[in-house]
């Protein structure tokens, strides 16, 4: 029997780590994983499986029931394609969703306070927590792209050590060899 999934519920499932959290600890989860992985894209972004059992199925649903559970977490995109899966292949049986749900919750949580605590550490005040995770969200990339290989991250690096023509000193800005 072949299962669609919907593009959006797809793309969730493959960005989720099934190997951690509650979700690792549900017997359904290697057969699930494999089942994703052996997946085909149909039409669109969706997935097309070939479940072994319905616990498999029962495994999807679990996540899409955390996604509509935490829908304010969630694009429009998701909760349209896990209400969509649950119309089809029906709820979970187990525990799995509201474990799933409580570690969501909770990553969000601990997402907001790092912003309203970043925000703080730079003399911000800023309107809603939304504002905040957006401040600490640039400051994170910022920081990224000064240190991940970029050609800023190279140019911002560490003097190479040998023979050179001149050198800098390191507590100058690197401009400071035009001044």
């Not at 997935?47 to 996604?67: D, G, K, M, R, Y």
């Amino acid at each position: 029997m072949r299962v669609t999934i919907p593009g959006a519920l797809a793309d969730y499932l493959a960005q989720t780590d099934l190997t951690a959290g509650p979700a690792a600890a549900d017997p359904a989860a290697p057969a699930a994983r494999s089942t994703l992985d052996a997946g085909t894209r149909g039409r669109g972004r969706t997935l097309v499986i070939t479940p072994p059992s319905t616990a498999v199925l029962q495994f999807i649903s679990a996540f899409a029931e955390a996604i509509l559970t935490n829908r304010h977490l969630r694009t429009a995109a998701e909760v349209r394609a896990a209400r969509t899966w649950l119309n089809r292949a029906g709820h979970a049986t187990s525990t799995l969703a509201a474990g799933l749900v409580a570690t969501e919750a909770f990553a969000a949580s601990a997402r907001a306070v790092d912003a309203v605590t970043y925000a703080e550490e730079v003399g911000t005040e800023p309107a809603t927590i939304a504002d905040a995770e957006a401040l600490y969200a640039a400051q994170l990339i910022t920081e990224a792209e000064a240190t991940n290989g970029t050609w800023r991250g190279a140019w911002i690096g560490d003097q190479p050590t040998g023979d050179l023509l001149f050198t800098l000193d390191h507590t100058t800005e690197q401009g400071a060899l035009f001044a």
